[in-house]
């Protein structure tokens, strides 16, 4: 069974950076789109960066600039470049996996379990 596993969340200071990496894994024979999506206390789960098997990206309008997405379709790994942090940006990280093909078996998407960024001010 497919399944993601996220890392580099921590803690950093605001202007820092980090570099989130996401791989999927369970006989992987092809994922369409790769992403991440973030949920802040109290706020809706929100989509960060996508980035399809051809490689164009998505961004959401206030990450544009500062975060980088880029995948690795032979290691089925996505990374999630982050510069210039805030404190606004400190959130739960979650990978996402869409059109998974694993095992014979197909999944319409899939997620992590996250990674926690959390922004000192």
């Known amino acids: 069974q497919a399944q993601l596993v996220e890392s580099g969340g921590g803690l950093v200071q605001a202007g820092g950076s980090l570099r989130l990496s996401c791989a999927a894994s369970?006989?992987?024979?092809?994922?369409?789109?790769m992403g991440w999506d973030r949920q802040a206390p109290g706020k809706e789960r929100e989509l960060v960066a996508r980035?399809?098997?051809?490689?164009?990206?998505k961004y959401a309008d206030s990450m544009k600039g500062r975060f980088t997405i880029s995948r690795d379709n032979d290691k089925n790994t996505v990374y999630l470049q982050m510069n210039s942090l805030r404190p606004e940006d400190t959130a739960v990280y979650y990978c996402r996996a869409e059109g998974v093909w694993s095992g014979g078996r197909y999944t319409t998407a899939l997620w992590g379990q996250g990674t926690q960024v959390t922004v000192s001010s």
């Open positions: 980035v399809s098997s051809d490689r164009s990206t």
């Open positions: 369970g006989s992987i024979f092809s994922i369409n789109a």
